[in-house]
């Protein structure tokens, strides 16, 4: 098991190596939930995450005969990046996998970190599949290898993002929100909360469809989820660890399932409102706050766990962040095939402040219909009832494709 000490200890391995991270005060945030709201900004470590922090306190804790051989990793990126910047510092070598999933920028990180040191190698369509191939290698060539979050040298070390938020802020907390992938820095949050300042409120903040920690404690047992949404990357596992469930089974911290939209929803508020760049999982914490239920003024700190977002990403990001808020509406529509029937369907229609965003002829199954795919972008909300009610006058056929359509999947 892991402990306070234990998490003393790795501070101190990180003297010189790992600097503290800042600690923020977010306006926005605490206006909009009346609350005292304070980020810690682990994206601007080296790695751009916490994930360094138990990668350096595992390889530090290797034998020379270990060191020697080397190590190996599967990671989503997060986890890869911060084994690589561990073994460059330490002169360790390193092999890191990575599901294909994995952002590009990640896989970039991974390769720069690690310098001469590391080998990248991308495996496997989850970060599971990737993890099955890293175990094999490991057994084979006698590698040692490192786990992204189930282990106590990794626990502790994560956990020392938890003591630097209490040093930074000078006082307790009433709250801290840290993300839940695998559970190593709820874990490690947790241990070192519990033996110092109990009084604490943790929340666990996963995302909706990869709450892995929630499956395993109504299990009793970490179990496998049957479906995982791959979108947040950086919290997507699919089962939690021995050791990570058995810390958060023992404390058993609030768990917040925080829907994908929403947290596209503050990723595009952290960079339009704040100037922050955030991956999926760092606005994980941030996100679930309006399902907290806390007095107002309490102080609460975010754990904004990590920064490794591809740009290329922001696309799907503005399209989910739309839905979720209820603007982005797709339909599909019979149009005679005649001039002037896109003109009329404009008119009666469209509200003033709405907008066509998507406009795709599916087939011409006759000669005097063809049915289009139509995506429409609402000036507001509460311009989808108006607009309902409209089409249902209209002479066009139409129907609304919903969010839990198969077909939708193919549109986000």
Not at 64 to 89: I, K, L
Not at 389 to 394: H, I, L, Q
Request: with cysteine.
């Amino acid at each position: 098991m892991v402990s306070a000490a234990d998490v003393a200890a790795a501070a101190e391995r990180f003297v010189g190596v790992i600097p503290p991270s800042p600690l923020q005060r977010n306006e926005r945030l605490s206006a909009r939930h009346d609350l005292d709201v304070w980020l810690k900004r682990e994206d601007l470590n080296t790695v751009r995450s916490y994930k360094g922090r138990g990668a350096l306190n595992f390889v530090s804790g290797l034998s020379d005969a270990q060191r020697t051989a080397g190590v190996v990793c599967a990671s989503a990126g997060n986890h890869g990046q911060g084994v690589a910047f561990a073994c460059a510092a330490l002169g360790v070598r390193s092999r890191v996998y990575l599901p294909r999933t994995t952002p590009r920028q990640k896989r970039d990180r991974v390769a720069d970190l690690g310098g001469r040191t590391v080998q990248v190698v991308v495996e496997g369509d989850t970060y599971d599949d990737a993890a099955a191939v890293a175990h094999a290698y490991a057994a084979e060539h006698g590698m040692t290898l490192i786990p992204a979050f189930d282990d106590p040298r990794t626990i502790a070390g994560q956990g020392t993002v938890i003591r630097e938020v209490v040093q930074q802020l000078g006082r307790v907390p009433d709250a801290v929100v840290v993300p839940v992938g695998g559970g190593g820095l709820l874990a490690g949050t947790l241990t070192w909360l519990s033996q110092t300042h109990p009084a604490v409120r943790v929340v666990g903040a996963e995302p909706a469809g990869a709450a892995s920690m929630a499956f395993a404690l109504a299990e009793g047992r970490p179990a496998p989820l049957a479906h995982v949404d791959p979108f947040v990357d950086g919290a997507a596992v699919r089962q939690v660890g021995r050791h990570t469930f058995a810390v958060v089974a023992e404390h058993r911290p609030d768990l917040v399932a925080v829907p994908e939209g929403r947290i596209c929803v503050e990723m595009l508020d952290m960079y339009q409102a704040d100037g922050i760049i955030s991956e999926p999982a760092g606005a994980l914490a941030s996100a679930a706050l309006r399902d907290l239920s806390l007095p107002p003024g309490a102080t609460v700190v975010c754990v904004l766990s990590g920064g490794n977002n591809d740009v290329s990403r922001y696309a799907e990001i503005v399209e989910r962040a739309l839905v979720f808020e209820g603007r982005k509406h797709y339909f599909l529509v019979e149009f005679p095939q005649e001039p002037g029937a896109l003109r009329r369907f404009l008119d009666d229609i469209l509200g003033p402040d709405d907008d066509i965003t998507l406009f795709e002829y599916v087939k011409r199954n006759n000669r005097e219909t063809g049915p289009a795919l139509v995506g429409i972008e609402l000036g507001t909300p509460e311009n989808l009832e108006p607009m309902l009610k409209r089409m249902e006058t209209a002479p066009h056929r139409i129907e609304r494709v919903p969010p839990d359509s198969p077909l939708f999947t193919f549109l986000v």
